[in-house]
Nanobody, 115 residues
């Protein structure tokens, strides 16, 4: 069955960096576009970044453009989110998202940006 497992979250100071990973299994990873979303307490889940199956096209939310980079390693069935110059407003649970006929979500990893 499809599985998406996020990791790499934690506590970081404003201006710091963090790298999230999403390990995928149960489908043909190299044929699937992947996305990152995030959700802060009391707020709706929002789009963060998206990458095509071959990794050649990326799309970002305006709020993270220039600071975050999505990438993938198809040999490792893993998608990454490199987050630089983190701000307190980036605090959220970050989720990996897959569209493979239907939408699948990972369980999320918590990122807290605070002094």
């Amino acid at each position: 069955q499809v599985q998406l497992v996020e990791s790499g979250g934690g506590l970081v100071q404003p201006g710091g960096s963090l790298r999230l990973s999403c390990a995928a299994s149960g489908f043909t990873f190299s044929s699937a576009g992947m996305s990152w979303y995030r959700q802060a307490p009391g707020k709706e889940r929002e789009f963060v970044a998206r990458i095509t199956s071959a990794g050649d096209i990326t799309t970002y939310a305006d709020s993270v453009k220039g600071r975050f980079t999505i990438s993938r390693d198809n040999a490792k069935n893993t998608v990454y989110l490199q987050m630089n110059n983190l701000k307190p407003d980036d605090t959220a649970v970050y989720y990996c998202r897959l569209f493979y006929g239907v939408i699948y979500w990972g369980k999320g990893t918590l990122v807290t940006v605070s002094s």
